[in-house]
């Protein structure tokens, strides 16, 4: 399961805490997105990012930040402002275009709110 | 902005029957639309898909189908089996805002033996 890795997998955050998510891939994808997982409710767009130095809000971004600085990788910061963070977060990238293209994602990070 | 809708949210069906979920979608610029499987605590995998220009798509025993005047699309699994079942999920990329690719809010697939 090589190309888009995800870390840590698990991860815990005190209220009040911000926390980063990490989010590397060698597959030379132009494009990285972060989805939020809730039962229930699907995959909802965090953020996405087309080119490196560029990103766009999705339909949940508040509490959330991301950066994209390298082409490589898109981390994603839950912020103290995010008021129900506990979730299953999950990255994706693919090519530029998405026409005709698959998106990979990593397998996943579960937060964790105590 | 752009959404996609899906059902059923849950479906139960007996080993060899088939199963069926509905999607339809907002944005009449979306062009592709993917379907992914994902296992319990597993990442979401793709399956199978279907571009704009076409109206039907088969791969053994699973095909899709699109409506672009109606705006929707579905997933077939004909001789559904025990490892079928999982969470699927229906997509539709948009070139809008960039182009980002939307989710529908999942289907939990169970086959009983």
């Known amino acids: 399961d090589g190309g888009i890795t995800q870390s840590p997998k698990y991860l815990f955050r005190k209220e009040g805490q911000n926390v980063t998510l990490s989010c590397e891939q060698n597959?030379?994808?132009?494009?990285m997105y972060w989805y939020r997982q809730d039962p229930g409710q699907g995959l909802r767009l965090i953020y996405y990012s087309q080119i490196v130095n560029d990103f766009q809000k999705g339909d949940i971004a508040e509490g959330y930040s991301v950066s994209r600085e390298k082409k490589e990788s898109f981390p994603l910061t839950v912020t103290s402002a995010q008021k129900n963070p506990t979730a299953f977060y999950l990255c994706?990238?693919?090519?530029?275009?998405?026409?005709?293209?698959?998106?990979?994602f990593g397998q996943g990070t579960r937060l964790t709110v105590v | 902005g752009e959404n996609v809708e899906q059902h059923p949210s849950t479906l139960s069906v007996q080993e060899g029957d088939s199963a069926v979920i509905k999607c339809t979608y907002s944005?009449?610029?979306?062009?592709?639309f993917p379907w992914y499987k994902q296992e319990l605590g597993k990442r979401p995998q793709l399956i199978i898909d279907?571009?704009?220009?076409?109206g039907e798509k088969k791969d053994q025993r699973i095909a899709v189908t699109l409506n672009k005047t109606a705006k929707h699309f579905s997933l077939h699994i004909t001789e559904t089996q025990p490892e079928d079942s999982a969470v699927y999920f229906c997509a539709a990329s948009t070139p809008r805002g960039g182009g980002k690719l939307i989710f529908g809010q999942g289907t939990e697939l169970s086959v009983k033996p």
């Open positions: 944005d009449s610029a979306s062009n592709y």
């Open positions: 597959l030379n994808h132009d494009a």
């Open positions: 994706a990238s693919t090519p530029r275009q998405l026409k005709d293209t698959e998106a990979f």
């Open positions: 279907i571009r704009s220009n076409v």
